[in-house]
């Protein structure tokens, strides 16, 4: 994702950014809700290397838009055709998509 697009999906969703680089002993992770970084801010974790954003509870604060979603199964299933997309077109990065309450992966 772009930097933008991930400012804007901070603003309709509870957001969790965990990241790790090659070189350190452990990652860090920072959770955003209504685009504001949630206290205490970045804390260190551990992680596996690299970045895994989640993204829960999209649109919660937006009731127009809740409205004008259709059947769970029907906007998971958009979802779905997006991320694989997505993952079919970008190599050297993965994409995991799971349906809440989910162990198993879909994408």
Same mark, same amino acid.
């Given at each position: 994702?772009?930097?933008?697009?991930?400012?804007?999906?901070?603003?309709?969703?509870?957001?969790?950014?965990?990241?790790?680089?090659?070189?350190?002993?452990?990652?860090?992770?920072?959770?955003?809700?209504?685009?504001?970084?949630? @206290? @205490?801010?970045?804390?260190?974790?551990?992680?596996?290397?690299?970045?895994?954003?989640?993204?829960?509870?999209?649109?919660?604060?937006?009731?127009?838009?809740?409205?004008?979603?259709?059947?769970?199964?029907?906007?998971?299933?958009?979802?779905?055709?997006?991320?694989?997309?997505?993952?079919?077109?970008?190599?050297?990065?993965?994409?995991?998509?799971?349906?809440?309450?989910?162990?198993?992966?879909?994408?």
């Amino acid at each position: 994702f772009r930097g933008e697009a991930l400012c804007s999906i901070s603003f309709v969703s509870s957001m969790t950014v965990t990241t790790m680089t090659p070189e350190a002993l452990h990652g860090y992770r920072v959770a955003y809700k209504d685009s504001e970084m949630e @206290p @205490p801010g970045p804390k260190p974790v551990a992680a596996v290397q690299g970045t895994t954003i989640t993204v829960e509870d999209l649109f919660y604060n937006v009731p127009t838009r809740r409205k004008a979603l259709k059947s769970a199964a029907e906007e998971y299933a958009r979802v779905l055709d997006v991320v694989s997309r997505y993952a079919v077109y970008k190599t050297g990065c993965g994409f995991c998509c799971k349906r809440q309450g989910e162990a198993r992966a879909d994408v």
